[in-house]
């Protein structure tokens, strides 16, 4: 009789233990909503009663009541939703929704600046991953560690042999970052998202001007997101070889290293192969870095120079170079070591050609660029990703339309009709229904660094808005950062640190092997990927649901630098447009 009551006891307590935890069948952004954007949150529970109410943080009172959509089937997994829309309702404050059938939400801010702290933690992130340098407790907190890699002895890997530089000479190429969760250093992966975080600071330079991200560079004149883009750009230098002009294709081991911290690999590093994606990759970065870094002169006296020579000089190796390819596998059979970290390897590179000849142009006004802007220029728009770099290009001739129309032959409008249209086109479908966002409407989407298709669509969608100043972009690219703080089929905010339900089993050797419980923050995880090429168990295996946070998984859950880039573009730019969203909520 004891023992009933005992476990009677224990199933009440039990059961008002589960009544107090938030629901996780109500997805939503974890960080909340700008007061005058759109507000929607989608219920996944089985059960849909109908109607939904806004309840204060204490869940005394009851400020808003609506009726939830009938329920609908998402088409890349089998999830029924409900949408409960409370645009109308844009008081300021901390709330949370409840479902009758479904419980109640995680709470939530209704803020002027709702994505002020992911779009600081984005940025900081890149502080954590420096390499060459310990990584201080002023700065990081508990996350503080020794620095690794020094990467002063490099040896040139007999793949990228010379005359002047033999196999087996040591060559100095310190710091950078690390590239992903991996302990290596790729000039592709850096191309792309140096030219991200770059941009946003050419689109939105007063908000980025005051984004201070206490590194140890903060208050010395000049903006956070351009000292932290400078530690990489460095690095870059470092692998250009001055006695010709080409850029070796990464800095890396043989093999990736165990997931230990920096301070215990020792492993011999390499610099691999020259390639022509890595030397138009560097001369499109450093040619968009010297016209930046023209604004910092009196600080930064003759870097733009120097990063403009070093394009150039790319430049010319690629000229002279015009198709080597990096592929691993046949260098592997050339070579020894073999080499089996990151590929980044490409075998259609007018993407590159396009990108570099545009930052050239941009930058030096030289009318031989256009050449090969018109030979290599796309026929379409598409979703920027390493291996595709073709709309950086357009969006730098565009950013610069008014210098650059004086070329008629470039067809500036032509190049932003296409950029117009690839937002157009995401937006004309009518995004994902099931989750009311743009990302997630074709199955395309969800490949590896998924999330980072969602950012770049988030990217596309704001030059849009910059272009034609149709405000509906804004909203559209907003759908984008709720789905990946939360709005979406695993009911996971994708970014480590942020909202109330992230990822704390990241595939990442700083937050895997510091012994630190909680990862290093403001790292957005790879996403939903059914390719599940990492072989790790997944509960849930279909395309918007293949996302699972174990330390295992590198397809679904590792972190990379290019996928962070434009986390940290929309993040900033939706801060810096959010008084822009006032027209889409009807009072
Ligand atoms: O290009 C094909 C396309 O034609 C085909 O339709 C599609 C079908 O799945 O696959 C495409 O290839 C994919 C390729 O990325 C380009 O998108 C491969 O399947 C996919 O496996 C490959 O994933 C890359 C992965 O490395 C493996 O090479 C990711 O994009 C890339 O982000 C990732 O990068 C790694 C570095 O190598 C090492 N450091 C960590 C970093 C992040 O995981
Ligand atoms: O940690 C590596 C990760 O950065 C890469 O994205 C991934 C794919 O190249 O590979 C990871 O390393 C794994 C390796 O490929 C296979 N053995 C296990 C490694 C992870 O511990």
New binding site residues.
Partial sequence: MARTAATLLFVMVWLSFLQAQPSTNIQLNQAGFYTHAPKIAVVTSPAQSGIFYLLSADKKDTLYKGILSAPENSAYSSTATSIADFSAFSAAGVYILFVPDAGYSYPFNISNDIHRALSAASLKSYYYQRMSMPILPQYAGKWARAGGHPDKEVLIHPSAASGKRPAHTVISSPGGWY????Y?KYIVNSGITMCTLLTAYEDFPLYFDTLQTNIPETGNGLPDIINETLYNLRWMLTMQDPNDGGVYHKCTNAAFDKMIMPAGCHNPRYVVQKSTAAALDFAAVMAQASRILVSFKKQLPGLNDSCLHAAQYAWHWAKQNPAVLYDQRAMNALYQPAVT????GDNNIKDEWFWAACELLATTGKEAYIQEILHYRPAVAAIP???NVAALGSYTLLRYKNTLSKYRQLNLPAIEQQVIDLAGSLVGNGGNRAFRTIMGQSKKDF???SNAVAMNQGIVLINAYLLTKDKHYIAAALTNADYIMGRNATGFCFVTGMGSRSPVHIHHRLSVADGITQPIPGLLA?GPNP?M?DKCKYVFTEPETAYTDTDCS?ASN?T?INWNAPLVYVSGALEALQYELAYSVRK
């Fill in positions: 590239d992903a969760g991996d290596n970290t990151g590929a980044y990703s390493w291996n490949i590896w660094g790879g390719g090429q590198y590792e990379a």
